[in-house]
């Protein structure tokens, strides 16, 4: 289950910014008041990591992630947005349903719908 992170850092001038984690999964929301204006819903941490990006400006982009565990024997990088992918809904949808089965949370209902209308689009 997705739990929320407390103390997250916030950037003036992108929205209030929200963080939700579980083991495999991490969902960033930033909000203007109620209203959703972009999320990053990073799933799949560790079987090739891929990350859904939608906001209100820019609509849906899906990246691979780069976990920064490249080099044996160095130390770990930061995990970074890497190249490109098809818009694939299904694994993100299936899994993010796996995580909130037992929560009823708005927030998790509107990314759910934005993911769900991305996929008919």
């Known amino acids: 289950m997705l739990y929320e992170m407390k103390g997250v850092r ?3 001038g992108r929205g209030f910014r929200r963080w939700f984690h579980a083991e495999d999964m991490d969902l960033s929301v930033w909000l203007d008041g109620d209203r959703l204006i972009q999320f990053q819903l990073s799933y799949n941490h560790h079987h090739g990591e891929k ?3 939608w906001s209100v400006e820019k609509g849906f982009s899906h990246h691979k992630i780069d976990d920064g565990e490249q080099h044996p024997g160095h ?10 992918l098809p818009l694939e809904f299904q694994q993100a949808i299936r899994s993010f349903k796996d995580h909130i089965a037992d929560e009823s949370h708005v927030i998790f209902e509107a990314v759910l719908r934005k993911l769900e209308d991305g996929q008919l689009a």
């Open 10 to 12: 916030q950037e003036p």
């Open 51 to 53: 990350s859904i990006l």
């Open 75 to 84: 130390y770990k990088a930061s995990p970074i947005v890497t190249g490109h």
